[in-house]
């Protein structure tokens, strides 16, 4: 349900843009954290959804995932936050602190010349 809402929001929204400048859209770019992720295949398919019969009907939409950044209360490392591998990279600590996560954007829309 949540990449749904997330489809509609952005399908308004590139749909308000392509109006205000007169223009086909032909792509759009959102992004997400680690902490509130979602899933690619599913907004893909209710954006699909959502747009069609629309001038928004057959953008690509790409989503791309931000990296979540901690950092080591040992050696004050910081470096990209992997699930597998819960251990700052330079000194292997357990013993880490989590910056803010990135939130949910819509990054780029990108309309015909």
Do not use: W
């Amino acid at each position: 349900m949540h990449e749904m809402m997330v489809a509609q929001s952005v399908f308004d929204t590139v749909l308000e843009q392509a109006k205000l400048h007169n223009k086909k859209p032909i792509s759009v770019t959102i992004s997400c954290g680690q902490f509130n992720p979602i899933n690619d295949e599913a907004v893909s398919f209710a954006f699909e959804m959502v747009a069609k019969d629309t001038v928004c009907e057959g953008i690509k939409l790409k989503v791309v995932h931000k990296p979540l950044i901690a950092k080591c209360r040992t050696c004050e490392n910081e470096f990209d936050f992997d699930i597998t591998a819960p251990a700052c990279t330079k000194c292997q600590s357990s013993e880490f602190d989590f910056a803010e996560d990135a939130p949910l954007l819509l990054e780029e829309i990108e309309l015909e010349d």
